[in-house]
């Protein structure tokens, strides 16, 4: 197959945070396979900015064992390196200072598309955002990425957005979530509007549920600091698991473009019900003796922070008035697996008896470890004996039919970096979507915090606590068995 790559000529894209955790394991090696799959013109420069003091030599030393630790390499790559090498530079600078602006300034240039990426603490966003204005390096049409987390409730979230707002057009903000830069994220959109299939199925007459999980096997790392502020519903339900959630849901828009997408994701935060008590579990995992890799203490008595949530969703809409959506995530479970479910209901009557089993159709978007999209069908199992059922997965992800060339997917950083530079805000939350989701979450942490009730326990290695199960098992469902 014809690769369909388009260089994007000329860029200076800024990474605030060059030097960071983030940019060393994602924003870097992604770009440098944008280049090597020909997406970077000869114009293109990436200019790392960080508060550490090195020479732009140094740093694409950095950048090229950045590349060589977190990009798989495959053959080739070598003769790669020296030219993605060549389009960087490095420029020591303060983001609460005045060192290092002048310098960045002098760097960019005036007649190509400007980006910053603002890989830095939450706390920066707005020094960074002042300093690129008085300083004379924000262009009317320069762009600015930011990272999560984004606030940590809707006060905060809302705070943020307006500081931002000083400075920049919210056509010049891209927030970023990594899940709707996944491949099989866009694939859910390009299945359910490209096919006629679907579409009329998609509603509470066909759909008896949809489970949305993200289970992790790793605890909480380094990020001990963090995460102890933030807990599983700040850290993956309100942005990562809401937005599956908002584009399994929406209407179908009226077109592929920003705005028309994010109107439908918005429609459908403001249809969720507030969540009832009931309707949560949160969990936290029981350490295994090795603690101290966690820094702080997510998983002893200490804390009361939630590595683990689990609830039932409903939106009250036409479409999904009778369909409960179920969320789970957590750390330290059994197996690390992401997946939707689109679980469709029972036909109607059995033509086959009651013999032949108990079947449904389940549609799975599996986002981790592998990309992927099944349809589970029924089929009749080959061979003599009359008729007895059996359900096969027919895998929608055509890796084979589309070539090798095409599955070798671009990871998400580097598509939405991508988007950023060819200015395609589809797949960024706009600032009222990242405002609704924080109001929906808001009560439910606030609940948590009013009544002082700890987390429950769950092993680490299990599938979370067991009522957990019992919010499933009381509705007569159960949660879909999560393998790698
Ligand atoms: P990090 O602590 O590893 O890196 C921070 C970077 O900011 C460093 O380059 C540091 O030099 C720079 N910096 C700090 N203070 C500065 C200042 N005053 N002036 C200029 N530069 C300064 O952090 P990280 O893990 O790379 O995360 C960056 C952002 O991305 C954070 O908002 C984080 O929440 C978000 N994020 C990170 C990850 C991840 O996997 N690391 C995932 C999702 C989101």
Not at 11 to 35: E, Q, S
Not at 222 to 233: K, L
Request: proline share 5%; aromatic share 8%; glycine share 8%.
């Amino acid at each position: 197959m014809v690769s369909r790559v388009i260089p994007v000529e000329s860029f200076d894209l800024v990474i605030f945070g060059g030097t960071g955790d983030l940019a060393r394991r994602k924003i870097l090696p992604g770009l440098f396979r944008r280049y090597r799959a020909g997406q970077m013109g000869a114009e293109a420069r990436i200019i790392g900015a960080a508060r550490s003091e090195m020479e732009s030599a140094a740093y694409r030393e950095f950048v090229r064992a950045a590349v060589d630790e977190f990009h798989p390499a495959t053959a080739g790559d070598a003769a790669h390196i020296d030219g993605f090498l060549a389009r960087i530079e490095y420029v020591t600078l303060d983001a609460r200072g005045e060192t290092g602006w002048s310098d960045l300034a002098a760097l960019l240039r005036d007649d190509v598309v400007r980006a910053f990426y603002f890989s830095v603490g939450p706390a920066l966003f707005g020094d960074l955002a002042e300093r690129l204005h008085t300083h004379q390096i924000a262009s009317p049409d320069c762009r600015i990425v930011v990272e999560k987390p984004f606030g940590r409730d809707m006060q905060t979230a809302r705070a943020l957005n307006r500081t931002l707002a000083q400075h920049f057009e919210e056509t010049q903000i891209y927030r970023i979530d990594h899940y709707l830069g996944k491949e099989t994220v866009q694939n859910l959109m390009a299945i359910r509007f490209g096919n006629m299939l679907f579409e009329p199925l998609w509603n509470s007459q066909y759909v008896d549920h949809i489970q949305i999980t993200v289970a992790e096997q790793v605890g909480v790392g380094g990020r001990g600091d963090y995460y102890d502020r933030a807990g599983a519903m700040r850290d993956m339900l309100q942005n990562h698991m809401m937005q599956l959630l908002c584009l399994i849901a929406m209407e179908p828009p009226a077109k592929f473009a920003p705005d028309a997408v994010r109107d439908e994701k918005l429609k459908v935060i403001r249809a969720l019900d507030p969540v009832a008590r009931e309707d949560v579990v949160r969990g936290q995992y029981e350490g295994t003796g090795d603690k101290n890799s966690d820094r702080i203490e997510v998983g002893n008595r200490d804390s009361t922070t939630e590595s683990f949530v689990a609830m039932r969703a409903r939106i009250s809409n036409w479409r999904w008035a009778a369909t409960p959506f179920y969320l789970r995530t957590g750390k330290r479970l059994r197996d690390r697996a992401s997946e939707i479910a689109v679980v469709f209901k029972d036909a109607p009557h059995s033509i086959f008896g009651a013999k032949s089993g108990h079947h449904r159709n389940i549609l799975t978007i599996k986002l981790q470890p592998n990309e992927g999209i099944e349809l589970g069908v029924t089929i009749k199992e080959p061979g003599p004996g009359g008729m007895r059922l059996v359900d096969v997965p027919l895998d929608m992800t055509f890796a084979e039919a589309l070539g090798p060339e095409e599955a070798d997917f671009p990871d998400a950083y580097e598509r939405l970096i991508m988007d950023v530079i060819r200015g395609n805000q589809t797949l960024f939350m706009r600032g009222d979507e990242v405002e609704a989701a924080w109001g929906w979450v808001d009560p439910i942490i606030a609940e948590w915090s009013e009544t002082g009730e700890p987390p429950l326990p769950y092993a680490t290695g299990s599938s979370g606590p067991d009522d957990a199960l019992m919010l499933m098992h009381r509705d007569g469902r159960r949660w879909r068995e999560i393998r790698a």
